[in-house]
Nanobody, 119 residues
């Protein structure tokens, strides 16, 4: 497992931007697929974005396509989520997660960071 710590959440007006960052304590960070998930009040946790370890390929949930960008820096053990044109429905706690390459299971999760978008 990997220890993950998120930062960068906050309050922003609709149409604004935020950048979330997640730092991993691991000597094998580059061997993990890294994802972002979110959980809105009263709802379950849902997938937001993924960046693969093997080829850096990116995947996004439909509601955030064209607005969010996931990136990683293996030298710094970080994965970022740039969020543009934010909407009130993006309000949620955002979690960073890691899964070993070739696995379908995310076995490491951060503590979450709150993002609130006001209308």
């Amino acid at each position: 497992q990997v220890q993950l710590v998120e930062s960068g959440g906050g309050l922003v007006q609709a149409g604004g931007s935020l950048r979330l960052s997640c730092v991993a304590a691991s000597r094998t960070f580059s061997s993990y697929d890294m994802g972002w998930f979110r959980q809105a009040p009263g709802k379950g946790r849902t997938f937001v974005a993924l960046i693969a370890s093997s080829d850096g390929r990116r995947y996004y949930a439909d509601p955030v396509k064209g607005r969010f960008t996931i990136s990683r820096d293996n030298a710094k053990n970080t994965v970022d989520l740039q969020m543009n044109n934010l909407k009130p429905e993006d309000t949620a706690v955002y979690y960073c997660a890691a899964r070993p390459t070739g696995s379908n299971l995310y076995d490491s999760w951060g503590q979450g960071t709150q993002v609130t978008v006001s209308s």
